[in-house]
């Protein structure tokens, strides 16, 4: 249980504004680059020196860098890179996440009466569906952002991975614990450029312990329980409590028994789950690491 507590009106009002405010930025007809540049530049501060810099008064390469860096067309994000990512959808979620990102960096994430609604209301801009009732802590990192569906009073704690570079679903209830990572992506173990995307399920209820991580293309069941730093390879069936590396189902949650198959290995449906996805041929690819090797005995 946790204990209710609430701000002094006047400063509650005054947090209401500022986040109403930005959500309205980001929901008018106005260029998201331009909306997330001007936030940014308010939750630093930089709003003088910047006015200075439009004006075109003479500053230093490092300040005239950082206030263009404000803009997210002036930078790049990983996911540019993913060739199997629609352009024009990820140019969008880009700017957004730049700003997710950016947030984290500034003092005011540090104050949670301000942080959690903050990040609720740019979910509700960046996710493909985002519930009511969210608390995303700082330090989540997101591949993508547009990726992502996640349901009604889910909770998100501290430094945790959301790979959404294939398809992520996260139910409704759900609490995932600090420096978990959830993986809808996998690499070919011969050639690593080849990566293959999946739909990753966190149904509802479930609780994924402390350094988790939950391989690409797995299902966590509903009501399920994965342990502190257990590798997740398989489903996780509902009601189960899994632990280990790789994780096994070593119990079910006392009281649904009767509801909840036998515990033990997990089984492997990931393949059910690949996602068929088309490259466009006008994009020019390339491998990062120019490796040429090839194995003696062929593939």
């Known amino acids: 249980m946790k204990r209710h507590i609430e701000l002094p009106s006047d400063a509650q009002d005054v947090i209401d504004q500022a986040v109403n405010h930005i959500d309205r930025r980001l929901s008018s007809d106005a260029d998201t680059a331009t909306a997330v540049q001007e936030t940014l530049i308010d939750l630093f501060g930089e709003r003088q020196v910047y006015e200075q810099y439009r004006a075109g008064r ?3 390469p490092m300040t005239r860098v950082r206030l263009r860096s404000y803009n997210p067309q002036n930078a790049f994000i990983e996911a540019e890179h993913w060739a199997e990512q629609e352009h024009k959808e990820l140019q969008e979620a880009k700017y957004l996440q730049y700003l997710w990102r950016g947030f984290d960096l500034s003092p005011l994430s540090n104050n949670i009466a301000f942080a959690l609604p903050f990040r609720q209301m740019l979910a509700n801009h960046l996710f493909a569906d985002a519930g ?4 995303l802590f700082g330090g989540i990192k997101i591949q993508c952002g547009h990726n992502i569906e996640m349901g009604d009073n889910t909770v998100v704690h501290n430094d945790v991975l959301l790979d959404d570079r294939g398809e992520l679903v996260i139910g409704d209830r759900v609490s995932i614990a600090d420096r978990a990572h959830i993986h809808t992506h996998g690499h ?7 990566v293959t995307t999946y739909r990753t399920v966190i149904e509802d209820d479930v609780r994924l312990g402390y350094d988790a991580m939950v391989n690409a293309g797995c299902r966590i069941g509903e009501n399920a329980m994965v342990g502190t730093s257990a590798m997740v390879r398989g ?8 632990v280990g590396s790789p994780a096994k189902g ?21 393949s059910s789950r690949e996602l068929d996805r088309e490259l466009d041929n006008n994009v020019a690819f ?13 593939l």
């Open 58 to 60: 003479e500053l230093p």
């Open 132 to 135: 009511d009732g969210l608390r």
């Open 188 to 194: 070919d173990v011969v050639d690593q450029s080849n």
């Open 235 to 242: 489903d996780v069936p509902a009601h189960h409590i899994a």
């Open 250 to 270: 070593v119990k079910v949650k006392p009281g649904w028994e009767s509801v909840a198959d036998d515990p033990g290995p997990l089984t492997d449906r990931r």
């Open 286 to 298: 390339f491998d990062e690491f120019d490796r040429n090797l090839v194995p003696p005995n062929g």
